[in-house]
């Protein structure tokens, strides 16, 4: 018996043929179209099944938020981005997209950004199944400087001329605080002029800002008159 030919038309009165062959390749255009599909079988045409193909269009591109930027310490916050489409977010950690760290409008960044450096987030766009290409958003961890020295705690008599306190650092920006929360500046440099203090031990904290504009942690130095 010779074998079955399969017929391809484009329209259900099987007028208008589009291929012949056990497979179809639909046309590359957005959009729905119906196949119609006939067996002929020693030189009998049967009656025709449908098949629809639906190519989706690949949405554009979702808009990634600001980059952001932390001193080392700091929490790390979210990044975020916005549909373009109408569609879902997805996130990844590399420009593959291989690498899924979460969905939705933002994800938290803190579980990759934790040393200092830079970090790259890649945010893509679903709809009917199809994704976009990335948008990226950066999120920098900077260094913070070392603890500076403030030098030696002091101790003087009533009436003892007090010598400034002078610190050293690495090459940031040096200032002298009143209160360990180090919001209280007192000098914006290395050497803090002392007149008058009161009997008893008053307390200053020396910490240092690198170019990154992060602040480190604080030296304590003690003045007993």
């Given at each position: 018996a010779a074998?079955?030919?399969?017929?391809?038309?484009?329209?259900?009165?099987?007028?208008?043929?589009?291929?012949?062959?056990?497979?179809?390749?639909?046309?590359?255009?957005?959009?729905?179209?119906?196949?119609?599909?006939?067996?002929?079988?020693?030189?009998?045409?049967?009656?025709?099944?449908?098949?629809t193909v639906t190519i989706n269009p690949i949405p554009v591109a979702p808009t990634g938020g600001n980059d952001l930027t932390y001193c080392l310490g700091q929490p790390v916050g979210n990044v975020s981005g916005s549909a373009n489409s109408g569609g879902s977010l997805r996130w990844y950690s590399n420009n593959n997209l291989t690498t899924l760290i979460g969905t939705g409008n933002s994800v938290a960044a803190g579980s990759v950004a934790i040393l200092p450096g830079t970090y790259s987030f890649y945010v893509t766009e679903t709809t009917t199944g199809c994704e976009s290409t990335y948008d990226s958003v950066n999120v920098t961890i900077n260094t913070v400087p070392n603890i500076p020295n403030g030098g030696?705690?002091?101790?003087?008599?009533?009436?003892?001329?007090?010598?400034?306190?002078?610190?050293?650092?690495?090459?940031?920006?040096?200032?002298?605080?009143?209160?360990?929360?180090?919001?209280?500046?007192?000098?914006?440099?290395?050497?803090?002029?002392?007149?008058?203090?009161?009997?008893?031990?008053?307390?200053?904290?020396?910490?240092?800002?690198?170019?990154?504009?992060?602040?480190?942690?604080?030296?304590?130095?003690?003045?007993?008159?």
């Open positions: 074998a079955s030919v399969y017929t391809w038309y484009y329209d259900a009165a099987l007028s208008n043929v589009y291929m012949t062959g056990d497979s179809v390749m639909p046309a590359d255009s957005i959009g729905s179209i119906t196949y119609y599909v006939t067996e002929t079988a020693n030189g009998c045409e049967g009656p025709s099944s449908t098949l030696m705690d002091m101790v003087y008599c009533n009436g003892d001329m007090v010598m400034p306190l002078v610190g050293t650092g690495s090459g940031g920006t040096l200032n002298w605080y009143s209160n360990a929360q180090l919001t209280n500046v007192l000098a914006a440099n290395d050497t803090l002029s002392l007149t008058t203090l009161p009997v008893g031990k008053t307390d200053f904290w020396l910490a240092e800002t690198n170019g990154f504009g992060c602040e480190g942690n604080s030296d304590k130095v003690s003045v007993t008159v």
